[in-house]
């Protein structure tokens, strides 16, 4: 992991059909396109894609730091899934931007 990005992004709320709330931001512009970038060297590389076409991400917000995947949008640029841990720990709510760190 290489890339550090430093972003903002607002909050916000996908509800499955069982129900369940998953929240997320998006990544796009510089931070996105650098995403994509690394998503095509590791294609590649590897000459295969990882599942749902993810890249591995190392995210911090405020005091919380955990590794998940970024998936890439139907709609634009790239999807981080918020735990509700983080959510809860740093006060988060939707529609409000999240200061974070995203390494990749």
């Known amino acids: 992991m290489d890339e550090l ?3 903002s992004p607002p909050l916000w709320r996908w509800t499955g059909g ?3 709330d ?3 931001v998006t990544i796009d512009g510089a931070a ?3 995403l994509s970038a690394t998503a095509s060297m590791r294609r590649l590389e590897t000459g295969r894609r990882a599942g749902w076409g993810s890249v591995k991400v190392a995210i911090e917000v405020g005091e919380s730091r955990w ?3 970024a ?3 139907k709609d634009t640029g790239w999807i981080v899934p918020i735990k509700a841990a983080v959510r809860k720990a740093e006060r988060l709510a939707e529609g409000e931007p999240v200061p974070l ?4």
């Open 5 to 7: 990005h430093a972003l």
């Open 18 to 20: 069982n129900g369940g």
């Open 22 to 24: 998953w929240f997320f």
């Open 32 to 34: 996105g396109e650098a």
């Open 67 to 69: 590794s998940t995947s």
């Open 71 to 73: 998936f890439p949008s």
């Open 101 to 104: 760190t995203l390494r990749f």
